[in-house]
Nanobody, 126 residues
């Protein structure tokens, strides 16, 4: 499965962006999809995840209420809608997917995901 992320860019604080992640395979077969982000010199961190079959969503505390993860299986695409963006949201954002439904306690762990996209840069600055 190949994942291709896009939608990043430069946005002012308080603005919005929607990231997309297109999958080469049916997203309905990817029981867990997620977004991570990385700032140069820092570890990649979990941002959000969506689990199919029950449609549960999970977010890191710093983005709760501002970011929304969703998927459109008809388009084989996963989205990350980001609102009220802050300078500290600046990072390279990566989409990831797993064929299995990752348990909640492990959903933030990178090694649980089988497939990764190439990353898209998000810069929040005035």
């Amino acid at each position: 499965v190949q994942l291709q992320a896009c939608g990043g860019g430069l946005v002012q604080p308080g603005g919005s962006l929607r990231l997309s992640c297109a999958a080469s395979d049916r997203t309905s077969s990817l029981l867990t999809v997620g977004w991570f982000r990385q700032v140069p010199g820092k570890e990649r961190e979990f941002v959000a995840a969506h689990r199919w079959h029950g449609a549960s969503t999970h977010y890191v505390d710093s983005v709760k209420g501002r970011f929304t993860i969703s998927r459109d299986n008809a388009k084989n695409t996963v989205y990350l809608q980001m609102t009220s963006l802050k300078p500290e949201d600046t990072a390279i954002y990566y989409c990831a997917a797993a064929m299995r439904r990752i348990i909640v306690s492990a959903i933030q762990l990178q090694h649980m995901y089988d497939y990764w996209g190439q990353g898209t840069q998000v810069t929040v600055s005035s």
